[in-house]
């Protein structure tokens, strides 16, 4: 769970943290975390981009974005992904990363 979570409250009421899986990636760090809701033992997913920036005074803060995804778009999510990501290696890249 991340401070402005908790700071505005609302996070905390309505989800509980399940798994935590943190992707760190040069400036960037992505967080897979599973949630699940309190009313309905429902999970569901929250992927979120954490960019570390300079303030202009010499302090750093984070830039986040995050997505919401839920169990009944899993598969077409995934699907999509690894479409648009076999297309950047065959179409785009000179060469293709070995993983």
Do not use: W
């Amino acid at each position: 769970m991340y401070s402005e979570d908790f700071e505005r409250g609302g996070a905390q009421e309505r989800s509980e943290d399940v798994y935590s899986k943190p992707v760190r990636a040069g400036k960037r760090t992505y967080f897979f975390d599973v949630k699940a809701t309190k009313g309905n033992n429902d999970y569901y997913l929250t992927i979120t981009e954490s960019k570390r920036k300079q303030e202009g005074d010499g302090t750093f803060s984070f830039d986040k974005h995050k997505i919401f995804l839920y169990k009944e778009d899993f598969d077409k999510f995934a699907d999509g992904l690894e479409e648009v990501i076999a297309y950047i290696r065959q179409n785009c890249l000179k060469e293709t990363p070995q993983f």
